[in-house]
């Protein structure tokens, strides 16, 4: 083939693929609804059976400016998506659990990409123009994403925008951007003073750097391949369900620094043993829920535990500080290995079942004076509710699995 017919070729290629480019799926496809006051059409359904969609950027002779709340969702067909640049607003789970879609290109004018807007997709890459101001929660969770660029443009981003990507090990960040900042790929504030998501297909050991104050909720959720965390001295809040899930992760230290620690904070993680330093004031709700912690260690500065805070834990004894005024609900119902607990009269409120289903409790001492608190029936397993109506400070025990208690 001589030069002026591969020219001749090449040029064919490209016309051809350019002319595919600008084929527009036919209007009836979509349906739509007006908006701005009808000057315009957001996209409510799509009804087409095309596997590769470009969406007009006029229907009906109005200008197509959204992509409305759930329009493609569970399209299983899509696999390739063209959003052209009329469209601002990409809504809510616009694209969720469309399982087939692995190529998008957004438009240069979108600002807005809503809550799940492509979750559960199966998106590998992704090029998020510089138009974009705003991405809401999980608008990419459960994808096949790798890495993202964050533009300069966002100023706002949700919880776990990219969560559950378990092939992401970058979150990059345009160094111009006002708002967000990147740091070995995990995503900042500006100033790193907030720990924003950590990429769940990072493995191994992470330290939190010393600028950090927060580390936001669902921070590092579902790394599974997360092994330990050294939490700086700097950091006075963790939060809620900040370690969700982290299945490889199975000790962790909590400085004093530290106040507060979220609901759901370490739920369903591998945690084994737990530090706890003084310093902590609130123990939120669920904050171990399920965890295969043994043994614990409550310190001083501890007010309150929330409830369901060790649901379902491994706990084999457990001895309340005397600066705890209340046990929320639940909070050590189903602990099948606690034998032995000491509870003091600082305590005013126990929940409803905080110690129920405790199958093997033997032994509950109630410390110092006589107490004054309320509970309930089913506060602890068996008729220790009934006997201790009076509120008589001392040792009770049972045989495990046995309705009845005995004072000694």
Not at 1 to 8: E, L, N, T, V
Not at 94 to 100: I, P, R, V, Y
Not at 149 to 166: K, L, Q
Not at 177 to 203: K, T, V
Request: hydrophobic share 40%.
């Amino acid at each position: 083939m001589d030069k002026k017919a591969i020219i001749s070729f090449v040029l064919a290629l490209l016309f051809g693929f350019t002319a595919f480019a600008q084929q527009f799926n036919h209007e009836s496809e979509f349906q739509v609804e007006q908006v701005d006051m009808g000057r315009a059409v957001s996209i409510i359904r799509y009804t087409g059976t095309s596997t590769v969609i470009n969406i007009p950027p006029q229907i009906q002779g109005m200008t197509v400016t959204a992509i409305g709340e759930r329009a493609f969702q569970n399209n299983r067909n899509i696999t390739n998506v063209i959003i052209p640049n009329s469209i601002i607003t990409i809504g809510k789970f616009a694209f969720l659990s469309c399982s087939g879609l692995t190529n998008v290109t957004i438009g240069n004018s979108v600002a807005s990409i809503g809550i799940e807007a492509f979750s559960r997709t199966r998106l590998t890459t992704v090029i998020i123009p510089s138009s974009v101001t705003t991405i809401e929660d999980m608008a990419f969770a459960w994808t096949r994403l790798t890495s993202v660029t964050i533009p300069s443009s966002v100023t706002t981003i949700g919880e776990r925008p990219f969560g559950s990507c378990e092939n992401l090990t970058a979150i990059y960040v345009n160094p111009s951007n006002p708002s967000f900042s990147s740091l070995d790929g995990i995503l900042y504030d500006r100033e790193q003073r907030i720990l924003l998501q950590y990429p769940n297909g990072i493995s191994g050991s992470f330290t939190i750097p010393n600028s950090v104050r927060t580390i936001k909720a669902y921070a590092f959720a579902f790394s599974s391949s997360l092994t330990n965390v050294t939490i700086s001295s700097t950091v006075t809040s963790i939060g809620n369900s900040a370690f969700f899930s982290c299945g490889s992760l199975t000790s962790i230290i909590i400085p004093g620094s530290v106040t507060s620690i979220g609901e759901g904070a370490f739920s369903f993680s591998g945690l084994v043993s737990v530090n706890i330093s003084e310093g902590v004031r609130t123990i939120g709700d669920s904050a171990f829920f399920s965890t295969r912690l043994t043994s614990l260690t409550i310190p001083s500065s501890v007010t309150s535990i929330g409830e369901k805070a060790f649901y379902s834990t491994h706990l084999t004894s457990l001895t309340i500080p005397n600066s705890v005024t209340s046990i929320g609900n639940q909070a050590f119902a189903h602990c099948r290995s606690l034998a032995n607990v000491i509870i003091p009269s600082s305590v005013r409120s126990i929940g409803v079942g905080a110690f129920a289903y405790c199958t093997n409790l033997t032994n509950i001492t109630f410390s110092g004076i006589d107490f004054n608190f309320s509970y309930y029936t089913n506060t602890f397993p068996g008729n220790l509710a009934t006997l201790f109506v009076n509120g008589i400070a001392g040792t009770y025990i049972r045989v495990a699995n046995e309705e009845v208690w005995t004072k000694l």
